[in-house]
């Protein structure tokens, strides 16, 4: 297969597709988001939970399930990684800068930002192949608004509920 | 080009046929030849059908049926001899036709007008349409959302209820499931060929079961109009919708075909200019059909390069191009059921199914096997095809969809059915074929 494809299906993407850190929703969530491409039918259900006893809010582990293709399942499961033991800037800052690579056709990572996004960054290849960026930005819109969610409800009656 | 009625093209006649289709030329993806197997979604344009709608821009663009100059009498000329050419194509009378900008708004007239009927609009003449709680509206589990939603809508604006055909687990509709038409159905809408399954709908039965309890049959034609001799009038049908860009003509145009009794007693659904013989500031009277349903400003270019469309599809013969079509989806299923862990939604026997085959590759998403296709210029459709009912009966969420058009040849086949079977393997996968 050619070295385009290689560059897409880059091997870490196609092991967290397999891997899928963080499959299984959990209870006790402080925020949920359910999200759908709708030019596929791909879905996903993620979960915040919060830590317990820190001053800001700090990502404790996000949870999801979903179906949908190896670009958005691998994602996600980045995602799980990344933003484990996150606050919220640090969670927003992954967000913004996993958008901003997608918004830039293929643009190769400063350092900073390779360092940043660890595993994330082998979605760059993502980004020349505009009908995939919905996948690959699937689980970062649930996770943002997981986490408005998270923050806005009272995490006495958060997580209960099926959105 | 011009082929012999009804038998296959040669390989010469049909590469003079690909050769009217300029974008065929193209490469794509690290200059790979074009291998375009997406033509249920959208057909290629030959060359005549480009030249017509530019050439009506250059020489003859002026409004129709207003205006006393050359120019609008020949624009308008160009248009209504748009009419007649396509309702020739299908086999009903040009005042049969009326012009939609693609086959979802020709459904949706229907539905609408039904709905200004059950309000008292139309008057007697239009108690026909008239639904209401009571009355049933019956769909089939196969169609595409375009006939689908429309009808879900009518049935929430005016209290009727929505019934629907099954089908079997091959993907054919289900005959058994006639009883659902009663005499409380109004309504029998149906699609003559399936965008995802490829099956050719057993028409006769269904419209006989309709018309045996006074519905009305509504026809979704856009699949089977690009592949198949149709005779609207033969079938029996009510309404037919059908659109330009999937039968070689451009996009922005389609049609409404309506048994003429029918039209003449159908309330319009939009309304404005173009339409209407006396106007006051307290009300109005609408033109006969089909004016009356042709309201505001006419997309005529559109007509002109679908006339454009149907005249050439009429040089190649119908019964030749579906000749064509029936030898490249034997030829299809066939390779499709050498490639190990791929199944085919919808029927793998050949007879009464188009060239158009919906696939699942067991362990890769469709999304990523359209990519592998991609990466190898071949393109073909991903997703639910915009028919998520028919997915859940079939049990699956999306698929792959590869759909042959009069300018697929058995090689382009044969270069989809290499990289198809390099799939699983690509994605680390057992069972990969050869």
Known sequence: MADAMEQLYQQVILDHAREKHGYGLLDGAAGESFQVNPTC??????????????????????????????????????????????????????????????NHRGVPLTPEQEDLLDDAGAFVGVARYPARIKCALLGWMALRDALVHALTTDPETAGSSSS | MTTTQNLIPTAAELAAIRADFPLLARTVRQGRPLVYLDTAATSQKPECVIDAEQDFYRRRNAAVHRGAHQLAEEATEAYEGARAAVAAFVGVDTEEIVWTKNATEGINLVAYAMSNASLGRGGAAAERFRVGPGDEIVVTEAEHHANLVPWQELCARTGATLRW???????????ETLSVITSATKVVAFTHASNVTGAISPVAPIVAAAHAVGAVVVLDACQSAPHLPLDLHALDVDFAVFSGHKMLGPTGIGAL????????????????????????????????????????????????????????????????????????????????????????????????R?????????????????????????????????????????????????????????????????????????????????
Do not use: K
Not at chain 1, 71 to 98: M, P, W
Not at chain 2, 282 to 311: D, K, N, W
Not at chain 2, 387 to 407: D, F, K
């Open chain 2, 257 to 352: 075909y309506g048994r003429r009794e029918l039209l003449a007693a159908m309330p319009p659904f939009l309304t404005g200019g173009s339409m209407v013989q006396v106007v006051t500031m307290e009300e109005t009277t609408y033109l006969a059909p089909p004016q009356r349903f042709e309201a505001g400003t006419q997309m005529v270019a559109q007509t002109v390069g679908l006339h454009a469309a149907v005249s050439y599809l009429g040089e190649l013969g119908m019964g030749a191009l579906a000749a064509h079509e029936s030898e490249l989806a034997v030829h299809l299923l066939t390779g499709i059921a050498g490639v190990d862990g791929v199944r085919v939604l919808g029927p793998t026997d050949p007879s009464d």
């Open chain 2, 354 to 434: 188009l060239a158009t085959v919906s696939f699942v590759v067991d362990g890769v998403h469709p999304h990523d096997v359209g990519q592998v296709l991609d990466d190898g210029g071949i393109a073909v459709r991903v997703g639910h095809h915009c028919a998520q009912p028919l997915h859940r009966r079939l049990g699956a969420q999306s698929s792959a969809r590869a759909s042959a058009g009069v300018y697929t040849t058995l090689e382009e086949i044969d270069a989809f059915l290499e990289r198809l079977s390099q799939v699983r393997s690509f994605f680390g996968l057992e069972g990969t074929h050869g």
């Open chain 2, 165 to 175: 055909l099954g089908v079997t687990d091959e993907g054919r509709l289900d005959l």
């Open chain 1, 41 to 102: 039918g791909d879905e996903v259900r993620l979960r915040v939970h919060l830590a317990d006893g820190t001053a800001a809010p700090v990502i404790e582990r996000v949870s999801w399930e979903g179906v949908g293709c190896s670009i958005s399942q691998a994602s996600i499961s980045v995602l799980s990684d990344l933003v484990c033991g996150a606050n919220v800037a640090r969670a927003d800052e992954l967000t913004e800068t996993f958008r901003a690579m997608m």
